[in-house]
C-alpha cells in the first residue's frame, strides 16, 4: 500500500473518532478536544492528497499551504473557544 493512502486512511478514522466525540458526549470542553481530533483528520488528508502521481518528484504545495493555513486557524479557533469556555 502507498503511504499516502494510509495517511488518508489515519486521517478519516481520527475524523471519525472526532465525531464521534462530537456527537456523543455532553462535557464542552471534549467537544473542543473532538473538533481538534477532527481538524487534524482533515489536515492529515489534504498532506496525503498533495502527493500526485509517483512520477512527480515534488508533491503539490497548495494543499500543504492550506493545511498550515488551517492550524494557524484552528489554533486562533481553540484558543477562543476555551477562553468562552473559562467565561462560561
Not at 35 to 60: C, Q, W, Y
Not at 67 to 79: K, M
Request: proline content about 7%.
Amino acid at each position: 500500500m502507498n503511504p499516502a493512502l494510509w495517511y488518508a486512511l489515519v486521517g478519516a478514522g481520527l475524523v471519525g473518532i472526532g465525531l464521534h466525540g462530537l456527537i456523543l458526549t455532553p462535557n464542552l470542553l471534549r467537544k473542543i478536544i473532538a473538533l481538534n481530533i477532527m481538524g487534524n483528520g482533515t489536515f492529515l488528508v489534504l498532506v496525503s492528497l498533495s502527493k500526485r502521481l509517483p512520477e512527480f518528484a515534488h508533491p503539490d504545495p497548495v494543499p500543504q499551504a492550506m493545511v498550515l493555513t488551517g492550524v494557524v486557524v484552528a489554533v486562533s479557533a481553540t484558543a477562543l473557544a476555551l477562553a468562552l469556555l473559562c467565561r462560561y
